[in-house]
Structure formats: structure tokens, C-alpha cells
């Protein structure tokens, strides 16, 4: 059993662990309306707060290295099971964040496209707009924990949601300038 752990690096996890990481994030995934970024602040207060898998810093790290990382968004989930159980902790969070909200995607797709005119699925998708955005500014909130209480960070954070809601210049550009004033020690 011990050769086992170590061929998965497990970090101390049993099956019952594992198996509590990928039904907490089977459950996420039917709540990450907007993506799995969505529902970080409650991946964090499981992770962090609840099993301390992992610490606030380390939590904050892994979203900011999968998010300037090219590729899709969900990898900070891929980042945060191998974190907490290595190879072993990645398939359970990535399986549990994909499946369950892919199965349910695949299945009101294709109910929705025979009824796309109707007055309730017609206000149920303009309902997801709100929520979305609410679970977006929680997501928000909750990753400048660690710096916000830097004047820095507020201005950066003002700077950006403007340059954002008033243009249309590319976010990478913003992700740059972040890590050039973060790098000078300013936020």
C-alpha cells in the first residue's frame, strides 16, 4: 500500500479523502455557472478553511499560475488536486468539477434546442446573467484577500475594472501590467 501511495503521491490521503475531494467538487460542478472559476471562493473554504489541504497562499498561488498559464481556466482545479494528493487528488477534482456539469449540459442542450422559444427557458438563460456575475465578484473578492489591504491593490483593482467596463483592450494586457506592479512590490 505504501508503493502505491508513493507511485500517486497521495500526500497522506486515503481513498476516503479522495473520494470526499471528488464528490465536494461534483458538486461544485453542477453550481460553476460561469466556469469552475465561479465557485473558488467555496473551493477555497473547503480546501483552505474546513480539510487545510492547503494554505490561503497556496490556495491564491495555484489560481494565479493556472490562470496566466495559456490553456483553459479549469486547470487551477488540476493545480490544486495535485497540491493536496498529487496525480490521485488531480483526477478526482478534475472528474468531479467535468463530468457532472457535462452530462447535465449534454442533457438540457439538447432538451433547450426543442424548446428554445419558450417564455420560461427564454427567462431562465437571461436569469444566469446575474448570478454569474455575483459569482464572479465573490470569485474577485476573494483572490485579493492576501494583498487587499494594500492601497496598491485597491487602485489596481479600481484601474482594471474600469479599463475593462470602458474598453476594449485585451485582459492580458491588464494580467501584465498586475504582474509588473505586483513584481515592484506596489500592490
Do not use: C, K
Not at 508513493?6 to 460561469?34: C, D, K, T, Y
Not at 452530462?103 to 454569474?132: E, H, I, Q, S, Y
Amino acid at each position: 500500500m505504501a508503493a502505491l501511495d508513493s507511485l500517486l503521491s497521495l500526500h497522506g490521503l486515503g481513498a476516503a479523502e479522495l473520494a470526499q475531494l471528488f464528490a465536494h467538487f461534483a458538486l461544485l460542478s453542477m453550481l460553476s455557472v460561469g466556469g469552475a472559476i465561479t465557485t473558488a471562493p467555496e473551493m477555497q473554504r473547503f480546501l483552505v478553511q474546513q480539510q487545510a489541504w492547503m494554505s490561503g497562499a497556496e490556495f491564491t498561488t495555484s489560481v494565479a499560475i493556472a490562470q496566466a498559464a495559456p490553456g483553459p481556466n479549469i486547470l487551477f482545479v488540476a493545480l490544486m488536486g495535485w497540491h493536496v494528493a498529487g496525480l490521485a487528488g488531480t483526477a478526482a477534482a478534475m472528474v468531479g468539477i467535468v463530468l457532472p456539469s457535462s452530462l447535465l449540459a449534454l442533457a438540457v442542450g439538447r432538451w433547450r434546442r426543442r424548446r428554445a422559444d419558450a417564455l420560461p427557458v427564454r427567462a431562465f438563460t437571461a436569469g444566469f446573467a446575474p448570478l454569474t456575475l455575483g459569482l464572479l465578484l465573490s470569485t474577485g473578492w476573494l483572490l485579493t484577500a492576501p494583498t487587499r489591504d494594500h492601497p496598491g491593490t485597491i487602485v489596481l483593482v479600481l484601474a482594471t475594472v474600469v479599463v475593462m467596463v470602458r474598453t476594449t483592450l485585451s485582459p492580458l494586457w491588464l494580467i501584465g501590467a498586475g504582474a509588473v506592479v505586483g513584481a515592484l512590490g506596489l500592490a
